[in-house]
Nanobody, 125 residues
Framework: QVQVVESGGGSVQAGGSLRLSCVVS????????MGWFRQAPGKEREGVAV?????VYAEAVKGRFTISRDNAKHTLYLEMNSLKPEDTAKYYC?????????????????????WGQGTQVTVSS
């Protein structure tokens, strides 16, 4: 079964850190794009960071968040530091088609075909 499962969300105070993880199951190749997106209540989903041949970050998280991946484990990570209340959202992991060599020049949700159910991140002031 092809699926994406996120973990690692939670509640922290402003200035704190969290690490999200995401595992893709059912993909046979190790080359495909992966990314993190988030959606706050009442807002549209937005890109956070994506990883392919290189990584692209949203301006709002540059310098605070780090995306990384372990291709052998089909796992994507998002290290989030210096968290702010405005980072509060449900965070989604997504993957492109299996085997796609992904060259991101910007974060485009339409590049992704497989989505997880999301994990909640809440940052209090």
């Amino acid at each position: 079964q092809v699926q994406v499962v996120e973990s690692g969300g939670g509640s922290v105070q402003a200035g704190g850190s969290l690490r999200l993880s995401c595992v893709v199951s059912g993909y046979l190749e190790r080359k495909y794009g992966m990314g993190w997106f988030r959606q706050a209540p009442g807002k549209e989903r937005e890109g956070v960071a994506v990883s392919g041949s290189y990584v692209v970050y949203a301006e709002a998280v540059k310098g605070r968040f780090t995306i990384s991946r372990d291709n052998a484990k089909h796992t994507l990570y998002l290290e989030m530091n210096s968290l702010k209340p405005e980072d509060t959202a449900k965070y989604y992991c997504a993957a492109t088609e299996d085997g796609r060599i992904y060259f991101p020049t910007r974060i485009d949700e339409s590049d992704f075909v497989l989505w997880g159910q999301g994990t909640q991140v809440t940052v209090s002031s």
